[in-house]
């Protein structure tokens, strides 16, 4: 697969994930036996985008991220690494584990069960902010690549 094509689908299924999430969180808040089937499906492919931002991106790390990383480490904004990346490194791990339960907690009873209806508002609560940091620290690593490579040049 082409490497700028890879560059694109992380952030753009990890987007596609967040918006799922919101979806399962705006649906949950208003359910009714119409729309549990809806809230299942659509978990399911917000696991399926988590997982699949994690591979492409996994991959990219271990292919090509080494050489971004030496012009971030070498350019003016070594801390896009040292920190923004390290913390992706971590915190992603819980995503992989909140998206995979989010289809276990959409459950059937959360039309009628108050606390599984909470437990489901709380796990998709809860990947919405961590995957919209995870999206600016891109967005910071991204740039310090950019920034490192211009002072490069200049």
């Given at each position: 697969?082409?490497?700028?094509?890879?560059?694109?689908?992380?952030?753009?299924?990890?987007?596609?994930?967040?918006?799922?999430?919101?979806?399962?969180?705006?649906?949950?808040?208003?359910?009714?036996?119409?729309?549990?089937?809806?809230?299942?499906?659509?978990?399911?492919?917000?696991?399926?985008?988590?997982?699949?931002?994690?591979?492409?991106?996994?991959?990219?790390?271990?292919?090509?991220?080494?050489?971004?990383?030496?012009?971030?480490?070498?350019?003016?904004?070594?801390?896009?690494?040292?920190?923004?990346?390290?913390?992706?490194?971590?915190?992603?791990?819980?995503?992989?584990?909140?998206?995979?339960?989010?289809?276990?907690?959409?459950?059937?009873?959360?039309?009628?069960?108050?606390?599984?209806?909470?437990i489901l508002l709380w796990v998709s609560g809860f990947i919405?902010?961590?995957?919209?940091?995870?999206?600016?620290?891109?967005?910071?690593?991204?740039?310090?690549?950019?920034?490192?490579?211009?002072?490069?040049?200049?």
């Amino acid at each position: 697969m082409d490497s700028n094509i890879m560059l694109l689908m992380h952030p753009m299924t990890g987007v596609l994930a967040i918006l799922c999430a919101l979806w399962v969180f705006v649906d949950t808040l208003n359910v009714s036996e119409a729309s549990v089937t809806r809230i299942k499906n659509v978990s399911i492919l917000c696991s399926i985008l988590i997982w699949l931002t994690y591979i492409v991106g996994g991959y990219w790390y271990v292919v090509y991220y080494g050489i971004d990383k030496e012009i971030i480490k070498s350019g003016p904004w070594p801390f896009a690494h040292n920190i923004f990346m390290e913390i992706k490194e971590h915190v992603f791990l819980m995503l992989l584990l909140l998206g995979t339960y989010l289809p276990i907690a959409a459950n059937k009873n959360i039309a009628v069960s108050k606390p599984a209806r909470k437990i489901l508002l709380w796990v998709s609560g809860f990947i919405i902010p961590i995957s919209l940091f995870m999206e600016g620290s891109g967005a910071i690593i991204s740039s310090a690549v950019k920034i490192g490579l211009l002072f490069k040049l200049s």
